[in-house]
């Protein structure tokens, strides 16, 4: 049974009882200009779809035609609340620093280690039970509570043990900074710890380099700790939305991910010259093995 078909790639007629065989026999017949044409026309339509588009390397694009405007974004981020493996850098401070120096790490002195290392290895991590070890205080359990609430918990036990309120005790609790860790397509992977209290996840990422050409930045995955395990959340970098998405803003211990386009594994390029080299060295090869079967 012979059917009607496209007439610039393929015979008028194609032979269903011997599709397998009768294609190449035609195909070898051909005139060595129809047959460039031809893969031409293969070259450009692969190089249309291999090369990666610029949408998808563009951050936080708007919906809208590119115009000065107000965007609302809601900044007021919900407080985070003490996880396990969390650092805690806290001060404990008063008119007479003396009375308070047992409270202290021994390093707590220079006030420029809360720029430095020290801001860090000084502080105290929360352990596997959510609690901490505070000099002369003791154990204090944290896990769940937010900053400003572990504040309020040690003056409380200061002033009711230690203190009396003519000491003007003053404790400031904070994050020693978030420790995060980024893989995948991005320029400088690794476990990273920044000293500073609120870091966004286009901080996070420009800080390692970048995403790569080839990372999708459309799927962005976050695999974020809570006090029942881990969940995986994902955002969209393109869209200027993700600056109200609750998963903006890293967290400590988050872990994230950055997977590539399917470009990579193609092994096409990034740009349509790129593609079209690639495609082009191809057919150049396919061409030639035509070309001398087609003499035999």
């Known amino acids: 049974m012979k059917i009607p078909t496209n007439k610039l790639l393929f015979p008028a007629l194609w032979d269903i009882s011997q599709r397998s065989y009768s294609f190449f026999p035609v ?3 051909l005139s060595h200009a129809t047959i460039v044409l031809r893969l031409s026309i293969l070259v450009f339509l692969t190089t249309l779809s291999s090369c990666i588009s610029t949408k998808k390397l563009t951050y936080l694009q708007e919906s809208q035609s590119a115009q000065d405007r107000l965007i609302q974004v809601n900044l007021q981020q919900p407080p985070y609340h003490v996880q396990i493996n969390d650092v805690l850098s806290i001060r404990v401070k008063a008119l ?39 000099p002369t205080l003791g154990e204090i359990h944290v ?3 937010t900053t400003e609430e572990i504040r309020e918990l040690i003056e409380k036990k200061l002033l009711d043990d230690y203190f009396t309120e003519e000491a003007n ?15 995948g397509e991005i320029g400088g992977p690794g476990v990273k710890v920044d000293l500073v209290e609120q870091l966004s996840l286009l901080d996070a990422i420009v800080n390692s380099g970048d995403i790569t050409e080839y990372g999708d930045r459309t799927d962005v995955l976050i695999i974020r700790q809570y006090p029942g395990g881990k969940k995986i959340h994902h955002i969209d970098l393109t869209k200027i939305e993700a600056l109200n998405s609750p998963y903006y803003y890293v967290q400590p211990n988050d872990v994230i991910l950055v997977n590539p386009l399917p470009q990579k594994s193609l092994g096409f390029g990034t740009t349509g ?16 093995t035509i070309l001398l079967f087609s003499r035999l």
């Open 169 to 183: 005790i003053f404790v400031t609790v904070k994050l020693a900074g978030i420790k995060y860790t980024i893989g």
């Open 27 to 29: 195909f070898f017949r």
């Open 96 to 134: 007479d620093q003396e009375l308070v120096a047992l409270f202290n790490p021994q390093t707590a002195g220079a006030e420029g280690n809360s720029l430095g290392e020290g801001y860090y290895y000084d502080g105290f991590a929360v352990d596997r039970h959510g609690a901490i070890r505070l």
């Open 143 to 145: 896990l769940g509570y």
């Open 273 to 288: 010259l790129q593609s079209l080299t690639t495609v082009v060295s191809i057919l150049t090869l396919a061409t030639t």
